[in-house]
Structures are given as structure tokens and as C-alpha cells.
Nanobody, 123 residues
Framework: QVQLVESGGGLVQAGDSLRLSCAAS????????VGWFRQAPGKEREFVAG???????TYAESVRGRFTISRDNGKNTVDLQMNSLKPTDTAVYYC?????????????????WGQGTQLIVSS
């Protein structure tokens, strides 16, 4: 069992930076692939970035070059550094964990989810 808690959301202006953090509990967390997803009002939940237990990273095209995902298995945390934020980044951001090895951009592949943290980017 893995429990996830996100933090760090807020209200920022376009062009600003913000760092989200996902704190995990559960002895198997280090074995999990961890993804960040986001969901804007009226839209489906979408993959943002993911990181494997060995540090391999994947990004959605919409955030590549602006967002960086990192993890510290010793501290059981996964962070998402977001730079050059745009109003289109406005959404509730969720971290999620899975032991799956395929289909990792698909929300249904994830077993554990945090409660989400809201990011609003004003223009």
C-alpha cells in the first residue's frame, strides 16, 4: 500500500516558476513508477511527467523543456519543478504510483493517487 500527498500548488502569474512535491508513505514506494497528471475543468486527466525507480524520465510534449521531474527514494518524494508557466497549465495536479511497466501515460494504469493540488496561472 502506498499513500501519496501532494503539496506546493497555488496562484502564480504567467512566466513564474513553482515546485510541486509528492510525499509518499509505504515500503514499496521505491519500486513504483511515479507520474504527475493534471486535470483542468471540463477536461480529462492527462499525463504530465513520469519517473522510473531508476530515474528514467518521460514528459508530455506540452511541458517538455519547462518541467522537470525528480525523485528521492531515500526521502520518498517526487518533485515537479515547473518553469515558464502558462495559463494553459492551470489544473489540479495529481501524483500517482504504479508497479506497471507499460502504458504509463494512461491514468488507469496507476494504483495509487494523491488528493491533488490546485495550480492557477494567471495571464
Amino acid at each position: 500500500q502506498v499513500q501519496l500527498v501532494e503539496s506546493g500548488g497555488g496562484l502564480v502569474q504567467a512566466g513564474d516558476s513553482l515546485r510541486l512535491s509528492c510525499a509518499a508513505s509505504g515500503r514499496t514506494f521505491g519500486q513504483n513508477y511515479v507520474g504527475w497528471f493534471r486535470q483542468a475543468p471540463g477536461k480529462e486527466r492527462e499525463f504530465v511527467a513520469g519517473i522510473s525507480r531508476s530515474g528514467g524520465r518521460t514528459y508530455a510534449e506540452s511541458v517538455r523543456g519547462r518541467f522537470t521531474i525528480s525523485r528521492d527514494n531515500g526521502k520518498n518524494t517526487v518533485d515537479l519543478q515547473m518553469n515558464s508557466l502558462k495559463p494553459t497549465d492551470t489544473a489540479v495536479y495529481y501524483c500517482a504510483a504504479t508497479l506497471a511497466i507499460f502504458g504509463l501515460t494512461t491514468p488507469s494504469r496507476y494504483d495509487y493517487w494523491g488528493q491533488g493540488t490546485q495550480l492557477i496561472v494567471s495571464s
